[in-house]
């Protein structure tokens, strides 16, 4: 199993967000929330985004109300905050659920592949996908998109991208 076999609803337009269509690129996938007091790290992952996206690296923001209740109702007034607050220009899955029993099958194999310490406990909480789609990472929340664990672990992987085969 691996993450390529899930698709997301994206927050806006028709076309599902399908983790098959990053086959062989590592993707960091992040819970977000609108109105938490980590809702800031949306700045540093559009950076992360903007330093790596060449190299390889994709980025997928999946909004969630799962703790406090902390994002908004509409899907446009998340695209508008993300857009006008931060200037987010990676993919946002739709709202979802991605704690408990109730989360989105990517979340739930996410938290199994992960272990004990994988399921999200707040928002932006985050995961690595490597390059063959599994996962090779995660950090909770109080770790920073730009922390040094975060950006090495991207930067092994996307040197395989560029690694001779």
């Known amino acids: 199993m691996s993450a390529y076999q899930f698709s997301l609803s994206p927050l806006t337009g028709a076309a599902p967000i399908r983790l098959s269509d990053y086959r062989g690129r590592p993707v ?17 992952l ?3 985004y903007e330093k790596y996206r060449q190299a390889g690296l994709a980025l997928i923001g999946v909004p969630s109300d799962d703790f406090a ?3 908004f109702a509409l899907a446009d007034q998340i695209a508008q905050f993300c857009m006008v607050n931060y200037g987010v220009s990676f ?3 739709a709202k979802a659920h991605v704690a408990g029993d109730a989360a989105i099958p990517l ?10 310490n994988a399921p999200p406990r707040w928002n932006f909480h985050k995961y690595l996908i490597g390059m063959d789609g ?4 995660f950090w909770p929340s ?3 998109p ?11 992987e996307l040197a395989k991208v560029t690694a001779p085969v």
């Not at 960091?28 to 540093?44: D, M, P």
């Not at 979340?107 to 004990?116: C, I, Q, R, T």
């Not at 599994?134 to 990472?137: N, P, T, Y």
């Not at 730009?146 to 092994?156: A, F, G, M, Q, Y």
């Open 28 to 44: 960091l996938v992040i819970n977000t929330a609108s109105k938490c007091r980590f809702t800031n790290q949306y700045e540093g």
């Open 46 to 48: 559009q950076a992360l």
């Open 69 to 71: 209740k902390q994002e």
């Open 91 to 93: 993919p946002m899955a």
């Open 107 to 116: 979340f739930k194999w996410l938290a199994e592949e992960g272990g004990v």
């Open 134 to 137: 599994k996962l090779v990472g």
């Open 142 to 144: 109080i770790v920073g």
């Open 146 to 156: 730009d922390n040094k664990l975060i950006t090495d672990r991207i930067e092994e």
